[in-house]
């Protein structure tokens, strides 16, 4: 297994040298210029973008890093897209504990006094009509109040002042963390770090059972102990080669509006959140922001790694046709659901077992072995050539739905499902075309090798 990246720099130099990086030299503003650039490339490559010059600062901001597979084959160190997967459910189910060191290259500049999070670091404001800048590739870390031990995730976070933010706990384990501290009536010690390596970054969104401490996961995931370091005004553990760290504290019982902010879901989300105090800002030497734009490829492509890695073997046990399952898109509420057929019926079954078993996707296209379901022209065109509305379309109404999905009405959505499975009869009217696997093969291999 070849050693993993330490942090997010070296991980960008080595897509450097794969050339899979689109450097802009062109001077523009964290104030929606640099949003609209991520956008705008996220619908025309598949590059990982990074911008030299941002107006009002010195710091680099990297985006659109896990763009394509490439960049997650390149962070799991083997060869192909197609072993992404297999390679991160095989190495999940390991544990790693991190080790702890005194000092680290986290801890270059030291900030306590006079902070001013804008004026430190390039936070993106990204949607026209988003509340202010937000941070929406930080991942938050604290402490169990009851055992002590330490829970992180990605959570949406607003700019509201210098030394003020907004803070969206929506899910476990930050948001049980958060419910015992203000039951005591405590504020809870929060650490927020951007920038990095990508496994640990990966670990961050991957679901932990009570009890287990994300940063073994991510140890296991790399191969290697995560190094940290302790916090400065927290009991916080902080990774030892972070780009930059904001310490600070939850206030007990308070809460304001945050947002509007334009989520991965692709629209606008207000709620009413806890607010925090940040009292400590420390980072590297020539730092590096990690900018993740919300509603790009990248959102799908992370988030359905982690969730197909830790749901296939449940519906493979339920469903022991189904072969492969893929979240499409960019939010992930589209499964395509690839099934060696054995019965005609077998397509409408598998729909309506997936309707309970992937309670997140909204739509089920179900296709066969011969379609990829990691492709979604190959999805599209199963969806032409082998469905027909009057008899492989299934709908159900009345079910829990997105808090990311404006359409859902009190909580409820109706969802739908797609047979795009050929009829096990006049099999030859529905044979795709293709050169033959032979040639494929052979031209793939010296493609791959040249």
Same mark, same amino acid.
């Given at each position: 297994m070849p050693a993993p990246y330490n942090d997010l720099r070296s991980f960008v130099k080595a897509l450097a040298r794969r050339r899979e990086i689109l450097k802009i030299d062109v001077e523009l503003s964290p104030v929606f210029e640099i949003?609209?650039? =991520?956008?705008?490339?996220?619908?025309?490559? *598949?590059?990982?973008?990074?911008?030299?010059?941002v107006k009002g600062h010195t710091v680099p901001v990297v985006g659109n890093l896990f763009e394509n597979y490439r960049s997650l084959a390149e962070a799991f160190g083997v060869k192909s897209a197609r072993e992404v997967s297999d390679t991160y459910l095989r190495r999940s189910n390991q544990r790693i504990p991190p080790r702890v060191y005194a000092s680290g290259p986290v801890k270059g500049v030291m900030l306590k006094a006079n902070l001013d999070i804008l004026k430190t670091m390039p936070v993106l &404001?990204?949607? /026209?009509?988003d509340a202010g800048p937000y941070?929406?590739?930080a991942i938050t870390l604290a402490r169990d109040p009851d055992t002590g031990i330490r829970g992180m995730g990605i959570h949406r976070i607003q700019v509201k002042g210098k030394d003020k933010i907004g803070i969206f706990l929506g899910t476990p384990p930050l948001s049980r963390f958060l419910a015992l501290a203000d039951a005591r009536g405590q504020p809870l010690e929060i650490a927020i770090v951007i920038g990095v390596d990508p496994?640990?970054?990966?670990?961050?969104? &991957?679901?932990?059972p009570e009890g287990i401490d994300k940063f073994d996961l991510a140890g296991g995931?790399?191969?290697? @102990?995560?190094? =940290?370091?302790?916090g400065e005004t927290v009991n916080v553990e902080?990774?030892?080669?972070? /780009?930059?760290?904001? /310490?600070g504290r939850i206030h007990p019982g308070r809460r304001e509006t945050e947002g509007p902010f334009g989520e991965s879901g692709g629209a606008y989300l207000t709620v009413q959140n806890p607010v925090a105090t940040i009292n400590c800002i420390y980072h590297r030497v020539h730092p590096v922001y990690?900018?993740?734009? @919300?509603?790009?490829?990248?959102?799908?492509?992370? &988030?359905?790694?982690?969730?197909?890695a830790n749901q296939f073997g449940k519906i493979k046990e339920a469903l022991p046709q189904v072969t492969k399952v893929h979240l499409m898109g960019s939010t992930g509420e589209i499964a395509a659901v690839q099934i060696e057929k054995k019965q005609d019926d077998d397509g409408r079954k598998v729909i309506q077992a997936m309707f309970q078993l992937v309670p997140r996707a909204k739509g089920i296209v179900v296709v066969d072995t011969d379609v990829d379901v990691m492709d979604p &022209? *190959?999805? /599209?065109w199963a969806a032409f050539a082998r469905f027909q509305v009057d008899r492989g379309l299934l709908t159900v109404s009345g079910m829990p739905g997105s808090v990311l999905d404006p359409s859902a009405e009190g909580g409820l959505t109706s969802r739908w499902g797609v047979d795009a499975t050929k009829p096990l009869k006049d099999l030859g009217r529905y044979e795709r075309i293709s050169p033959p696997a032979w040639a494929m093969e052979k031209v793939k291999a010296l493609l791959d090798n040249a």
């Open positions: 949003a609209a650039a =991520l956008r705008h490339l996220d619908r025309r490559n *598949d590059k990982v973008v990074l911008f030299n010059k &404001t990204h949607h /026209e009509k941070f929406s590739s496994l640990l970054f990966l670990a961050s969104i &991957t679901f932990a995931l790399r191969g290697k @102990p995560v190094e =940290l370091v302790k902080v990774p030892r080669h972070a /780009e930059f760290v904001l /310490e990690h900018a993740l734009m @919300p509603f790009n490829k990248e959102n799908g492509i992370i &988030t359905n790694v982690v969730w197909e &022209t *190959d999805v /599209e």
